[in-house]
């Protein structure tokens, strides 16, 4: 069975400061993993995904995540955090080998930026 | 260009009653999906439909049914509300191709949800 593990409920980052967020899949094929963001009161907006191929992947707003097959992760990055960037993040794997899988969304973890 | 739309945005109802919540999407996708989300819990998949006419269960069905009629048009229905219900509803849409996902297809587009209390 697919499972997505969110390790933090919270992640704080003074602003300027580079940001993580953490992510751990489980999955029995390969993975097909995917962050979202979402704002107050809004659906979830893609940020970016990893399919194959180099396990730097770089999405929108300046956020890129890595893909560590070894580790089983695909933590989200950013350089340096804006107070814009406070949301709720979540991760979700698909098992791109079991393609009648669907998605499997992570808990979710709220990033707040301090000015 | 709408992308994906969803109606109510806010709706209570009394414990018993029935109500459906509407869904479309514009960008012809194929896959149609519906998620509610607890606080603190994520997002649990409903039901799902990969084409008009066929939909199935997701991880939480029990309470809720589907139809799809249309490729635009994704209703979900509630029957015999209960307390347990409450929750933010979102619908997403994706597009899959037939030998599976290949570069930008199966990327889900969500709409900006339906906050449904039940008392």
């Known amino acids: 069975a697919q499972s997505v593990a969110q390790p933090e409920d919270q992640v704080n980052v003074a602003e300027g400061n580079p940001l993580t967020v953490k992510c751990t899949y489980s999955v029995s094929g390969n993975p097909y993993l995917f962050w979202y963001v979402q704002y107050p009161n809004r659906g979830l907006q893609f940020l970016l995904k990893y399919i194959t191929g180099d396990n730097l992947v770089k999405g929108s707003y300046g956020f890129e995540a890595e893909f560590n097959k070894s580790q089983t992760s695909f933590h989200l990055k950013k350089p340096s955090a804006l107070v814009s960037d406070s949301a709720l993040y979540f991760c979700a794997v698909r098992d791109r080998d079991n393609y009648g899988q669907n998605f499997v969304f992570g808990p979710g973890t709220r990033l707040s930026v301090l000015p | 260009n709408a992308g994906v739309t969803q109606t109510p945005k806010f709706r209570i109802l009394k414990i018993g009653q029935s109500m459906t919540l509407q869904c479309a999407q514009d960008m012809n996708h194929n896959y149609m999906y519906w998620y509610r989300q607890d606080p603190g819990m994520g997002l649990k998949l409903i039901y799902y439909?990969?084409?008009?006419?066929?939909?199935d269960k997701g991880e939480v069905p029990n309470g809720y049914n589907v139809s799809r009629s249309t490729t635009e048009d994704f209703p979900l229905r509630l029957e015999l509300a209960a307390p347990s219900q409450t929750s933010v509803y979102f619908c997403?849409?994706?597009?899959?191709?037939?030998?599976?996902?290949?570069?930008?297809?199966?990327?889900?587009?969500f709409g900006p949800g339906t906050r449904l209390t039940v008392l």
């Open positions: 439909s990969v084409g008009a006419g066929i939909t």
């Open positions: 997403a849409s994706s597009f899959l191709l037939a030998g599976g996902p290949v570069g930008n297809t199966d990327t889900q587009y």
